[in-house]
């Protein structure tokens, strides 16, 4: 298993580690392939493969839960039967090594037992590889002696991509729009890399004299139903008030909060918990 090219870093590491590279396997799922940061582990084939262009992962850096947004490689691998035995001290050192060879820096390698999902009481390690400006976040998770979960978020900001136009037209149509307007964790701020989106609901508003709107805030299921409700509320707020600030007539708008009430998508998995996750703009 060695490092490979890091295609926005634009540089290639070239030290080989135990395993060498790993071609496409006929054993992987359908459109499993390997991230462009690692190979694999020898004797594995990918079993799940979940890439997202723009997503949220969290990861433990050693103090504290750190949120990173931006391109999601995830893959597990499994070891193949009757392929030799090996252990999750072998998988973690192998990456860790590699980790360390193509210059990015270990921030945690141990048990955290206040992850929220089945991360809780696996030994992770997760590292940070920094290079002109950009950031690449790392999480090697051996779920056994068998398997292991393969993480890696280059850092970046969403791109808006849904315009006034597109608004109106889901409003028109369907009588709302789902947005994914994002927030500080566990409050309602408004992060700034939203204000292109609310720029976008401003000229909805402003182009639309005639349009009114409900505001409405949602939330996943983790925590305390009761508060995920009232988080949901102000959130919806926030965004309200952010909208007012700018000009729109408060009378307008109005903003309600549903919590975890409402889903979209399947809770149990991180996609369906960011989908989850959303601001919807009803038409009144």
Known sequence: MRPTQIPFFVFICLVLLAGGAAAQDPEDIEGGKDTPYFTRMPNFFIDVTNDREFDSYTFFDGKKEVAVEGKIYQTRYHRKEDSP???VLQIRRNYTNAIKAMGAKILFEGQYEEFLDTRAGCVVV???LSKGGNEAWIEVWPESDDSYFL???????MKQEVSATDMLGALNTDGYVALDIHFDT???SIKPDSQPLLDQIVE???TNPELNLSIEGHTDNVGDPKSNKTLSEARAKSVRDALVKAGIASARLSAAGFGQEKPVADNRTDEGRAKNR?????KK
């Open 186 to 188: 566990g409050k309602a």
């Open 204 to 206: 909805l508003l402003t």
């Open 278 to 282: 959303r601001v919807e703009l009803v």
């Open 151 to 157: 993480t890696v978020v280059e850092r970046q900001a």
């Open 126 to 128: 997760t590292a940070l």
């Open 85 to 87: 035995q090996t252990s």
